[in-house]
Structures are given as structure tokens and as C-alpha cells.
């Protein structure tokens, strides 16, 4: 039989950094006679990472060597228990399937209610509270609480909730419920003292537990109190953030107490608020104040991540010095390559492989693992080149079908057959979540991408994640269609985190909740603005104040005494705390968040300092060698890679801008041709120029025969050449719109030139020329010319399309020695010819816009052509100096760092 309950002992211990230390020292006070053998005890600690430094605060406390009491949190305690429950995933699925079921909202929301739901009942499980067991009573309470009668909103909100919450009370107990039953289990054979660390005021959970022990076993707790707190820090702290219940006398009071009480700030010199301007010069702060603290030699530093971004990118900057950094919180499981990797076959799976989604999927490190790299490398660059040359946006089995009928793309199509092959290992239709996930993994299979996931950290987690669910959820019935699991699929990895354990290192990167009752020598907080370093929001079911309040639910008040709780006990836990922020976030003002914000102002008011201060100079200084001095411009040489043969456009390339020619055409990195989902400019006047070519050679001459007949053929043979393309795009009828209405113009243009005695007699010709270098040996200039015309006297002309305005044409003509392409397919055809034009086809009117001069300025090309090639093989220089025309679509911009050049080279 029990004994009667003893009476909980609850010591209350000024909040502190000793308070671990304190909490140890009366432990083993009190059970001095049983030193050193404590293993007897059960210490029970609100999270793990207080385990090891009390095991140093018992021995430091005793003195001696000590064999050490059993210590664990209540989790721990349950799960040693095998208090099991069901698990969340079976709960969430069985919400859902009563939410479509009924039909109450869309379907697009229903994820995010059941999320919403478990969240609200976890809350009422966790405090012990529960919903009236009649609907018409809790309808009754929520219109008092709303000061609202006959709502029909309400009546449908107290509906939903109580009768969801009534068949989730009905099924197998929750995690919460478990937990709380497998701790009463475990009271009730309890056998030894029990001592207990909390983070404040108990929770429903630990006061049922300790009370439940106390009927058997002596308890003692453990609780930080702030109010009793007579260090001057937390002294200072409390003026700032009164830790008692109720209105705070005001701010200007609570300044001028401060002062009487301490006339020295104890905060000065302890912490730091420095405003960043940018997100690059917050992290440099960051990185330049922990690289102070190691210089200094202080070892426990904790990095506390209010912003996640910033927090990554300091963290990048210390790894680039050496500087490694141990991250409890983890990455979200969604952000790591494996579930890229997953994304990617989702997307391939639901869109027929299209193409930007196959190629992701392909160019994964994981995918197709068990084959040679140079086998696999060679299947992805064929499958691009495939992909872009046929133009290929989408349809699996379209893909293999071309790249099949044509050499060169063996590995290429193998790939493809191994994707259709995965595909084919997915359901169809709707299928349970555990035969989406038993899918999912041997389409993985298929890929070859299973021993890549395994062998990679964050891989393995997601496998053992994506086979914990099939197993919770196998016998679970109810079927999702792919988008409804999809959706599923992307919440459990949103959810789910990733945490590298292979990095141990002092440098802690941690959340502010997770930093209490812990020591630092040393913590920056990063991110302290109002947005992200804010008390947790009410959730949306029950958000109305006065609701929660009459249901026992959390307040907003009480998440934001428990912020300051904890920033109060992270500042008093610390040597020394840097707080840091962005001041502003895209064009306006980024404030710091309300608690620092009242610290600071107190803080001026009663020691004349606000805290707040720049970074470092040299945190500075690096971001502004990046933004303000800029990057010296690019001048290569590379006189043994000089091409000895160029096409025009290479040439009006190196005339534009040196080191793009030295990048495309030096280095190869022209950009590789891609799928056109669209047409673009140049598709648009590449249709021009096959339908014009395909026109002459129909129609050779145009003596006697009418207008309307020709506009006929060419629009008839201009419907044709576009007719794919709309097929495949509506909306390309614009495009052939734009050039049904240079038709006419362009067939009174035409006649016009044959009234002048000239014949077109071909187009698209390929030509060459060799053009003599001083260092021995030539250069074979190369080009295709869009259209040649001759009179009966044999003279010729060259003619290039475009398709743009003649005024543009005209200011490239005013600069001969810039525009060069007229000049090279002159020089190319020889010395017959006697005219070159550019023929802009551009609304009603064609427009002829020739080059004057055109032999001069076809052997003063010819020679500058041959001079640049001698001096670039002598070694000169390739400057990144293009004017803004060239520089605007230029693809080697970011390589040249153009816009970050120094402004006295630039």
C-alpha cells in the first residue's frame, strides 16, 4: 500500500548563472550521509544539455569522486517506459480523413487544419484540460467569451473542434496522454529520492508527476525565481522586465529606481545591440565578435539563431576561417540535397518529366550511384544536348522516342529508360501513404540512388523517416490521390530536422528556449529584430484572448513573460552577450525587437548609454571591400589559345568586348543552348529567315504577277512554318501576327528591287575566307549570309534581315567601326560586291539601310581583323571594357564582375 503523499518540497533559487551550481550543492547536502555512492537518486532535468555540466556540479559539490545518480528528463523517463501512443502521423491522417469526409473546408486547407487541431489538442492533453462534454455547452462558452449570441461562425467552429476533439479522445491515447500515463506507471514504483530541475512554474505534466513520486519517495524541486535574485545583473534585468504578474510601474520609474539602487551599470561592457545595414555586414559582426572572444580566450560561446539566414551565412564566415561550429537545432530536412533530390522526382513524376525537372532530377549526386561517373556524365551532357537541339520541353516517353531514331545519344535514352522505369514503380491513381512511400523508395531504387542516401548524413535521415512513417502508417487505411500525398510528403520534411553530428566544437548554434538554465562564457544573439525575436503566436483555432482564458489555453502574455524569462536568464548566464539585427530590410526600417528595444531606452535613461553600437571595424572593412572598393576589371592574356578560325559574329564579339571573346571563345564557356519553352526574339527571326528563303526559292521572280497573289503564298507558306509552334502554344499566334503585318510591305519592297535590275539567287550561304597574319601562317574568317542578289552585270549584293527597327540599325551604321557584320560578308563573298544592306522587317514598311563604302570598309575590316588576331598571339591584353549595349545580355557578366568593378577602372 502507499504511503501518505509527503509534502513536494519546492525550493525557490535566485535566477542565475550558478543555478545549476546551487541546485547540485543541495543535493548533495541533503544526502551527504549516502556520498559517494548517489546512484541511488533520480534527477530529472527539463532537457538533456544540462546533463553534463550538473554531473560536474555534483563533484565540484562533493568534492571527491562520486558514483553519480541516474539523471534524465521526463521523455527519456517515458520512453524507457515504452510509453508509446499513437503516433502522430496516424493522428494526423485520421483528422484528415474526417475533414474531407465531411467536407467542411477546401481541400487545399486541410493539411494545415489538422495541423492546426493536433497542435490545439496536444495543448489541452498537455494542461490537462479537456472540452465540456456537451457541444452546446462549449457553444455557450464561446459566445460569452465572444460577446456574441446566434453566430452561426461560432456554431460552427465550437462544431468542428468538439466533435473532432471527441473522436480523437475516443482513439487509441496520444503521445501527451501516453507519456502521462507511462509516468504515473513509473511513480507508482518508485523506489528512490526524487530531485527536479525546472525551467519556471511547473507544467501540468511535472506537478502530476512529482505529486504522484511524493506518495511514495521524498521529492524536492528545483525553481529559478527572478524576483529573489539580489546580484546586481538580474537586479538591473528585473527594473527592466518586472518579473511579477500585473501592470509595471512606468518606464521612467523604473530608470530612476535603477539608478538608485546602482549607480554602476552592470550591464555596461557585458552587452552589446549592434544595428548591421545588410545581411553580409550582421554575419560579419557576428563572425568578428566570436573571433574576439577566442582571441581573449573564451571557450563556451553560444551562437542563440533568432534569424536562421543570417545565423548560416555567419556560420559560413567562421568555417571559412577555421572556425567550426556545432548546430543543435539542425537544418530543415526539406532544405538538404536528398530532398531535392525527392522534389525533383515529384516533379518529373507529376508534370511527365519536364524538362528543367529531369535534368534536376539527372544532375543529382545521387541518382544512378551504381554507374561509372564518365558513363553517367556522358548520359547527362547527351541528354541536354538532346533535349536543347529537339527542343524537347516535356513528355517521357517524347524524349526517348527522338533522341532513339538518332546516333550519338545512347546513354542518353539508357537513362531515360531506367526514369520510366521508376515512373512505372509509383501508383496510380489514389493508393494508401505507406504504398506512395513503398513506391517512392523502390522508384529510388530504380534510380540507383539508395546507397548514395545512405551514405550521405542527411539521405540516411530522410530514408529512415520516409520507412518510420510507412511502418506507423501500413495498416492505416485511406487512400490520397499523388497531390494529396505530395502535400503530405512536403509538410513531414518542412517538419522534420537534420542534424549533423559529425562536428564537435565549444561554438554552439542553438534557439533562445534552448539556452536555458545553460552557461556560456560568451553568446551572440543574431537576428533580434521585431519580426524574428518574438513571443510565439496563438494558434488560429481558439485565438480569441478571452476564449483561451475561459478554456485554460496559452496566453499571449504568458509566451511573452516567458521570451523575457529567458533572455533575462541567457544576459545573467553569460560573460559577455552580443545582440545583433539588420536595421533595415529591403527599403524600409528594420526595428529591434520591443524587449532589447526597453532595455535599451531604461538603460540611457538611468546610466546615459543606449548599448547600441556599430560593428567592428574590421567587420566593416571586410563587408566593405566587397561593396564599396570594388574588384580590380579583368585584363587576361592567353596569346597560346588565340582560334585561328572566327566566324563574324566572334569577331563583332571581340570588337564589343574583349573578354567576352576571351570567355566565350578562348575559354569555350559560351552558355549551351536550352529548351525554348516559348519563342523568343531570335527564334522569331529565325522563322523569318526560313520563310523567306523557302519564298524565294518558290517564287524566284515576281514579274506581272499581283500582290494579292504573292502575300497569298507568303502567308500561306508563313501560316505553315509557325503552325507547329502554336500547336504546341496559343499564345505563338502573336508572333505570327507580328509578321503577317510586314507582308506587304515586304512584297512591295521586293518588287521595288527587282524594278532595279536585281535577282535574289540564294540564301543562307556558307562562306570562308583566309585573311594573312604577320606572325606566318592565317586566319579563316567564316559566316553565313542571309541573302545574295545580283544584276545582269554581275554585280552583287549582300542582304542580312532583321527583325528590329530601322532606327536601331541606323545608329549601328553610324558607327561602321563597331557594327561589323556587313563589312565581314562582304569581305567574305569578295569583290563583286557592290552593295550590303541590312533590310529591317519591321511593321508595315520594309526598310532598306545600306553600308556605304562597302569594298573600303570590307578590306579595313579584313586588315584590323588580321592586326587583332597578331597582337592578342604577341600577348596583348583582353579588358572586361564593353559599353552598357553589350554588357546589358551579356552571360559572361558575372564572371567579368562588371558591376563591382573600381570605379576608376570601370
Not at 494558434?539 to 478554456?551: G, I, M, P, Y
Amino acid at each position: 500500500m502507499p504511503e501518505a503523499a509527503r509534502p513536494v518540497i519546492t525550493l525557490r533559487i535566485p535566477a542565475s548563472a550558478d543555478f545549476v551550481a546551487c541546485c547540485a550543492q543541495r543535493i548533495v547536502e541533503t544526502c551527504r550521509s549516502q556520498l559517494p555512492d548517489l546512484s541511488a537518486l533520480l534527477i530529472v532535468l527539463p532537457g538533456p544539455a544540462l546533463a553534463p555540466g550538473l554531473r560536474q556540479a555534483l563533484a565540484a559539490a562533493a568534492g571527491r569522486a562520486l558514483l553519480l545518480p541516474r539523471i534524465a528528463t521526463l521523455a527519456q523517463l517515458a520512453a524507457a517506459a515504452n510509453a508509446g501512443g499513437q503516433p502522430d502521423s496516424q493522428r494526423q491522417l485520421a483528422l484528415y480523413r474526417q475533414l474531407r469526409e465531411r467536407a467542411w473546408f477546401a481541400d487545399s486547407a486541410l493539411w494545415e487544419i489538422c495541423a492546426e487541431l493536433i497542435a490545439l489538442f496536444d495543448e489541452l492533453n498537455e494542461r490537462a484540460i479537456g472540452l465540456p462534454e456537451d457541444e452546446a455547452v462549449l457553444l455557450a462558452r464561446l459566445e460569452r467569451a465572444y460577446d456574441a449570441r446566434g453566430s452561426q461562425l461560432l456554431r460552427f467552429e465550437a462544431e468542428v473542434v468538439h466533435r473532432l476533439w471527441r473522436a480523437e479522445a475516443s482513439g487509441p491515447p496520444g503521445r501527451h496522454a501516453a507519456m502521462a500515463m507511462a509516468l504515473a506507471l513509473l511513480a507508482d514504483k518508485a523506489a528512490t529520492p526524487l530531485f527536479m530541475l525546472c525551467e519556471g512554474e511547473p507544467r501540468p505534466i511535472e506537478a502530476a508527476f512529482r505529486q504522484a513520486w511524493a506518495a511514495r519517495q521524498p521529492v524536492t524541486v528545483f525553481q529559478p525565481q527572478r524576483a529573489a535574485a539580489d546580484a546586481p545583473l538580474m537586479q538591473a534585468l528585473n527594473f527592466v522586465w518586472p518579473p511579477d504578474a500585473g501592470e509595471p510601474p512606468p518606464l521612467a520609474g523604473r530608470a530612476d529606481a535603477a539608478r538608485a539602487a546602482l549607480p554602476e551599470s552592470p550591464l555596461a561592457g557585458r552587452l552589446r545591440l549592434i544595428g548591421a545595414a545588410s545581411l553580409e555586414e550582421e554575419a560579419a559582426a557576428v563572425a568578428s565578435e566570436v573571433k574576439r572572444w577566442l582571441a581573449s580566450g573564451r571557450k563556451s560561446i553560444a551562437l542563440v539563431a533568432a534569424d536562421r539566414v543570417a545565423a548560416r551565412r555567419a556560420r559560413a564566415l567562421l568555417e571559412r576561417n577555421g572556425i567550426l561550429v556545432q548546430d543543435e537545432t539542425g537544418w530543415k530536412l526539406s532544405t538538404t540535397r536528398a530532398a531535392a533530390l525527392v522534389d525533383a522526382w515529384l516533379e518529373v513524376v507529376a508534370a511527365d518529366a519536364y524538362h528543367r525537372d529531369l535534368l534536376d532530377l539527372v544532375k543529382s549526386p545521387f541518382v544512378f550511384g551504381d554507374l561509372a561517373e564518365e558513363g553517367r556524365q556522358a548520359g547527362l551532357l547527351q541528354l541536354e544536348d538532346g533535349l536543347a537541339r529537339h527542343n524537347l520541353a516535356y513528355g517521357l516517353g517524347r524524349y526517348e522516342a527522338v533522341l532513339a531514331r538518332e546516333a550519338g545519344y545512347g546513354e542518353a535514352v539508357a537513362l531515360l529508360k531506367r526514369v520510366a522505369v521508376a515512373r512505372r514503380a509509383m501508383p496510380r491513381g489514389s493508393a494508401s501513404i505507406a504504398d506512395w512511400l513503398a513506391g517512392l523508395e523502390q522508384a529510388l531504387g530504380e534510380l540507383g540512388a539508395l546507397p548514395g542516401l545512405a551514405g550521405d548524413e542527411a539521405g540516411a535521415t530522410l530514408i529512415e523517416l520516409l520507412r518510420l512513417r510507412r511502418e506507423e502508417l501500413l495498416a492505416v487505411p485511406g487512400r490520397l490521390t499523388f497531390g494529396e500525398w505530395r502535400e503530405w510528403l512536403n509538410r513531414e520534411l518542412e517538419n522534420a530536422a537534420f542534424v549533423d553530428r559529425g562536428i564537435d566544437s565549444p561554438l554552439v548554434m542553438t534557439h533562445l528556449a534552448a539556452t536555458r538554465l545553460r552557461r556560456f562564457d560568451a553568446a551572440v544573439l543574431i537576428g533580434v529584430d521585431r519580426d524574428n525575436l518574438a513571443p510565439a503566436l496563438s494558434r488560429a483555432v481558439f485565438s480569441n484572448q478571452a476564449v483561451r482564458s475561459d478554456l485554460g489555453l496559452s496566453l499571449p502574455a504568458e509566451a511573452a513573460a516567458r521570451l523575457r524569462d529567458d533572455l533575462a536568464g541567457l544576459i545573467a548566464s553569460c560573460g559577455e552577450v552580443t545582440a545583433t539585427w539588420q536595421t533595415v530590410r529591403g527599403d524600409e526600417a528594420n526595428l529591434l525587437c520591443p524587449e532589447l528595444s526597453l532595455l535599451s531606452v531604461l538603460h540611457e535613461r538611468a546610466w546615459g548609454d543606449d548599448l547600441v553600437m556599430k560593428p567592428d571595424i574590421a567587420a566593416g572593412a571586410a563587408v566593405g571591400q566587397q561593396e564599396g572598393c570594388g574588384t580590380a576589371m579583368p585584363c587576361p592574356a592567353a596569346p597560346q589559345r588565340v582560334p585561328l578560325r572566327l566566324s563574324a559574329s566572334a569577331y563583332a564579339s571581340l570588337m564589343a568586348c574583349p573578354y567576352q571573346f576571351f570567355a566565350r571563345r578562348m575559354l569555350g564557356l559560351a552558355e549551351a543552348e536550352e529548351v525554348r519553352e516559348a519563342l523568343e526574339k531570335r527564334d522569331y527571326g529565325e522563322f523569318v529567315h526560313r520563310i523567306l528563303r523557302r519564298f524565294h526559292a518558290e517564287h524566284p521572280r515576281f514579274p506581272g504577277r499581283p500582290d494579292e497573289v504573292l502575300t497569298a503564298a507568303l502567308e500561306a507558306i508563313s501560316r505553315e512554318v509557325f503552325a507547329p509552334e502554336i500547336e504546341e502554344n496559343f499564345l505563338e499566334h502573336a508572333w505570327l501576327a507580328r509578321w503577317i503585318e510586314c507582308v506587304p510591305g515586304y512584297i512591295a519592297w521586293q518588287k521595288a528591287r527587282e524594278a532595279g535590275g536585281w535577282r535574289c539567287v540564294g540564301g543562307e550561304l556558307a562562306r570562308e575566307r583566309g585573311l594573312p597574319l604577320a606572325g606566318g601562317g592565317e586566319l579563316v574568317l567564316h559566316g553565313r549570309l542571309d541573302r545574295l542578289d545580283r544584276r545582269a552585270d554581275g554585280s552583287e549584293a549582300v542582304l542580312d534581315y532583321k527583325t528590329q527597327d530601322a532606327q536601331g540599325l541606323k545608329r549601328r551604321l553610324a558607327e561602321p567601326s563597331e557594327d561589323v557584320q556587313l563589312a565581314c560578308y562582304a569581305l567574305l563573298q569578295g569583290e563583286r560586291v557592290g552593295e550590303a544592306a541590312y533590310v529591317a522587317l519591321d511593321g508595315e514598311k520594309t526598310v532598306e539601310l545600306p553600308l556605304p563604302d562597302v569594298q573600303e570598309m570590307a578590306r579595313a575590316q579584313g586588315a584590323r581583323l588580321a592586326a587583332a588576331i597578331d597582337a592578342l598571339r604577341a600577348g596583348a591584353a583582353l579588358p572586361a571594357h564593353g559599353v552598357d549595349a553589350a554588357c546589358a545580355w551579356c552571360e559572361m557578366r558575372g564572371l567579368c564582375r562588371r558591376d563591382y568593378h573600381n570605379d576608376l577602372q570601370s
